[in-house]
């Protein structure tokens, strides 16, 4: 039997932490205690939660289902704030399947040990025997959102007994509805964090207000709590107030941003809003500034690749191209070059619209087109600060284009980006601008095409048989050696489980397409020739293409076809 105690942390554990890391595990969100035992004592989180659970006597819960007859029974707030979700645990039995009794346990996963503060609140909710189970933190959370709804703890109607554990001295103060309101954008804006989002939508419909976050590049809906509706535009008029946008004027679109601090936090986020048939929709770009910056390798970047784009970052001068639709990490991979180059004795000047990340010793400012402070005269201004190295956001017009030739012949290394389906695609959108092809080719050193795709989850991905067939027309699609169909019986695909919360994919990696100039495709820019022409050139002297990219990552079993098919653009024939 486990005995509860106040600390919920067993001796056997406990003797093994000085007092300043017990009591940093012990005042840690109960989510977050089981990563910082495992750091404290140099543990992985997995064998760390078998060794709690042995340590406290109890079991683990795996592929965690809730119990939706439990549901009910423990209001919103306190599953939040304890992190704890019922579930159904085992085979099920005639028991289960009945309606369940004063005498039915009830099975609780819990993200930490439990402890007496937390059973006598349940004990006040419900009389069954409650049976304590530890389950992975980040899946209880992920569960209690599903069932309860994001922010459900600050938006909850009833329940006027309980108190949050953090707010018990409190206790007197009055909580009122635009109190909860702000704390349910904030939990919101928390919850997207940890789901590592770059976006949140709010879009009034209807008949509910519906949020989504924009987790590995694709739209996901968020579960709400069932009263949400009723909160719209209180919701609304709290981020027109946070991003200092004119609450009153609901009929024209507006543009702001909230620097948004929680904890070790700090976000700064560019808000829009647009009017639509029911209310204002609302979408936040997430711009974690703080947050670890990525290395040419975490990228997902081979040696290879890295050996051809670091010869050229060496280079006095000449403009390095990085191509690609909006959301393929673009502007992360000309920050990842930078922190490369970064050294004492070079003067680095970006021109960024809007800062995604903070690089120590760069000089970096922001497009204000609204004062005229646009790519093209920024860029001009900064000619004349000795800069060797400049980084131009986005080259988006003619103006933009020329200045940027003209620092690169003039000895500045400029690294920027264009909006392009291939890396030879750049050069004939450069010359669609209006730039004479002899100065793009004399400028042009590098153009990389990149694409995000989902990464397999380490934890649970599994290889299983593919079909020949569906391979050969898969490659044959990708433009890759239909030969290696032959050589391969098995690919590794997503299976799911709660580390990467039933999806099969945590995180992303890159897909890279690197085209080098050389004397050859010089002559072809003269010429005037097609992206097509260019890209067959740039083939026979071993340029690979994004599809090809994408299947080596497959073979290396970092992602699926399905993933590269579903990002990679092919050319019809």
Same mark, same amino acid.
């Given at each position: 039997?486990?005995?509860?105690?106040?600390?919920?942390?067993?001796?056997?554990?406990?003797?093994?932490?000085?007092?300043?890391?017990?009591?940093?595990?012990?005042?840690?969100?109960?989510?977050?205690?089981?990563?910082?035992?495992?750091?404290?004592?140099?543990?992985?989180? *997995?064998?760390?939660?078998?060794?709690?659970?042995?340590?406290?006597?109890?079991?683990?819960?795996?592929?965690?289902?809730?119990?939706?007859?439990?549901?009910?029974?423990?209001?919103?707030?306190?599953?939040?704030?304890?992190?704890?979700? *019922?579930?159904?645990?085992?085979?099920?039995?005639?028991?289960?399947?009945?309606?369940?009794?004063?005498?039915?346990?009830?099975?609780? !996963?819990?993200?930490?040990?439990?402890?007496?503060?937390?059973?006598?609140?349940?004990? &006040?909710?419900?009389?069954?025997?409650?049976?304590?189970?530890?389950?992975?933190?980040?899946?209880?959370?992920?569960?209690?959102?599903?069932?309860?709804?994001?922010?459900?703890?600050?938006?909850?109607?009833?329940?006027?007994?309980?108190?949050?554990?953090?707010?018990?001295?409190?206790?007197?103060?009055?909580?009122?509805?635009?109190?909860?309101?702000?704390?349910?954008?904030?939990? $919101?804006?928390?919850?997207?964090?940890?789901?590592? !989002?770059?976006?949140?939508?709010?879009?009034?419909?209807?008949?509910?207000?519906?949020?989504?976050?924009?987790?590995?590049?694709?739209?996901?809906?968020?579960?709400?709590?069932?009263?949400?509706?009723?909160?719209?535009?209180?919701?609304?008029?709290?981020?027109?107030?946070?991003?200092?946008?004119?609450?009153?004027?609901?009929?024209?679109?507006?543009?702001?941003?909230?620097?948004?601090?929680?904890?070790?936090?700090?976000?700064?986020?560019?808000?829009?809003?647009?009017?639509?048939?029911?209310?204002?929709?609302?979408?936040?770009?997430?711009?974690?500034?703080?947050?670890?910056?990525?290395?040419?390798?975490?990228?997902?970047?081979?040696?290879?690749?890295?050996?051809?784009?670091?010869?050229?970052?060496?280079? *006095?001068?000449?403009?390095?191209?990085?191509?690609?639709?909006?959301?393929?990490?673009?502007?992360?991979?000309?920050?990842?070059?930078?922190?490369?180059?970064?050294?004492?004795?070079?003067?680095?000047?970006?021109?960024?619209?809007?800062?995604?990340?903070?690089?120590?010793? $760069?000089?970096?400012?922001?497009?204000?087109?609204?004062?005229?402070?646009?790519?093209?005269? !920024?860029?001009?201004?900064?000619?004349?600060?000795?800069?060797?190295?400049?980084? #131009?956001?986005?080259?988006?017009?003619?103006?933009?284009?020329?200045?940027?030739?003209?620092?690169?012949?003039?000895?500045?290394?400029?690294?920027?980006?264009?909006?392009?389906?291939?890396?030879?695609?750049?050069?004939?959108?450069?010359?669609?601008?209006?730039?004479?092809?002899?100065?793009?080719?004399?400028?042009?050193?590098?153009?990389?095409?990149?694409?995000? #795709?989902?990464?397999?989850?380490?934890?649970?991905?599994? !290889?299983?048989?593919?079909?020949?067939?569906?391979?050969?027309?898969?490659?044959?699609?990708?433009?890759?050696?239909?030969?290696?169909?032959?050589?391969?019986?098995?690919?590794?695909?997503?299976?799911?489980?709660?580390?990467?919360?039933? &999806?099969?994919?945590?995180?992303?990696?890159?897909?890279?397409?690197?085209?080098?100039?050389?004397?050859?495709?010089?002559?072809?820019?003269?010429?005037?020739?097609?992206?097509?022409? =260019?890209?067959?050139?740039?083939?026979?002297?071993?340029?690979?293409?994004?599809?090809?990219?994408?299947?080596?990552? #497959?073979?290396?079993?970092?992602?699926?076809?399905?993933?590269? =098919?579903?990002?990679?653009?092919?050319?019809?024939?």
């Amino acid at each position: 039997m486990l005995a509860l105690v106040q600390d919920s942390l067993p001796a056997a554990l406990s003797e093994r932490l000085s007092a300043e890391q017990r009591q940093a595990v012990l005042e840690a969100p109960r989510e977050q205690r089981l990563a910082a035992l495992s750091a404290a004592l140099g543990r992985r989180e *997995p064998d760390m939660l078998v060794a709690l659970a042995a340590a406290a006597g109890l079991t683990i819960a795996s592929n965690l289902e809730t119990d939706p007859a439990a549901r009910g029974l423990l209001p919103a707030r306190l599953v939040h704030d304890y992190q704890i979700i *019922p579930i159904k645990f085992g085979a099920a039995t005639a028991e289960d399947t009945a309606e369940p009794t004063m005498l039915t346990p009830l099975h609780l !996963a819990s993200a930490w040990l439990p402890d007496a503060v937390m059973n006598d609140w349940l004990r &006040t909710f419900t009389p069954r025997p409650l049976v304590w189970h530890l389950a992975v933190p980040e899946r209880v959370h992920q569960l209690i959102i599903e069932n309860f709804g994001v922010g459900s703890g600050a938006l909850e109607d009833g329940e006027d007994n309980y108190i949050a554990p953090e707010a018990i001295q409190q206790a007197e103060e009055v909580v009122d509805e635009e109190a909860a309101v702000v704390r349910f954008v904030t939990d $919101v804006i928390k919850q997207a964090v940890e789901d590592q !989002a770059t976006d949140i939508h709010f879009e009034p419909q209807e008949e509910e207000l519906r949020i989504r976050y924009r987790v590995d590049g694709l739209l996901v809906p968020v579960p709400v709590p069932e009263n949400l509706l009723r909160f719209q535009d209180a919701i609304i008029s709290r981020l027109k107030i946070m991003a200092r946008l004119n609450i009153s004027e609901k009929r024209l679109p507006q543009d702001g941003r909230i620097n948004f601090k929680a904890n070790a936090t700090v976000l700064d986020i560019r808000v829009s809003t647009v009017p639509t048939i029911y209310a204002e929709s609302i979408s936040l770009r997430l711009l974690n500034q703080k947050k670890e910056a990525y290395t040419m390798e975490r990228l997902g970047m081979s040696a290879a690749e890295q050996a051809q784009i670091v010869s050229v970052l060496d280079y *006095p001068h000449g403009i390095i191209l990085v191509t690609g639709p909006t959301g393929s990490g673009k502007s992360t991979s000309l920050n990842a070059f930078l922190r490369k180059i970064n050294a004492t004795d070079l003067r680095i000047i970006t021109i960024e619209d809007p800062i995604e990340y903070e690089v120590p010793g $760069v000089n970096q400012m922001q497009v204000r087109s609204e004062i005229g402070l646009t790519f093209a005269s !920024a860029l001009r201004h900064v000619l004349r600060q000795d800069p060797d190295v400049i980084m #131009v956001g986005e080259i988006r017009d003619k103006e933009t284009a020329e200045i940027a030739i003209r620092a690169s012949l003039t000895g500045h290394l400029v690294f920027s980006t264009l909006h392009t389906n291939d890396a030879p695609g750049a050069i004939t959108r450069l010359v669609d601008m209006g730039i004479e092809p002899f100065l793009v080719a004399s400028a042009i050193e590098l153009v990389i095409a990149q694409r995000l #795709v989902r990464r397999l989850c380490p934890n649970c991905a599994k !290889a299983e048989p593919i079909s020949k067939v569906k391979l050969l027309e898969t490659l044959l699609i990708l433009e890759c050696d239909q030969t290696e169909a032959e050589l391969i019986s098995e690919l590794k695909s997503p299976v799911g489980c709660d580390r990467c919360r039933g &999806t099969g994919y945590r995180g992303r990696i890159g897909l890279f397409e690197i085209f080098r100039l050389n004397d050859e495709l010089h002559q072809l820019i003269l010429k005037r020739e097609s992206t097509r022409t =260019l890209t067959q050139a740039a083939r026979k002297q071993g340029m690979r293409t994004l599809g090809q990219s994408g299947w080596e990552k #497959v073979k290396a079993g970092h992602t699926t076809l399905e993933e590269v =098919l579903r990002v990679v653009t092919v050319a019809e024939k």
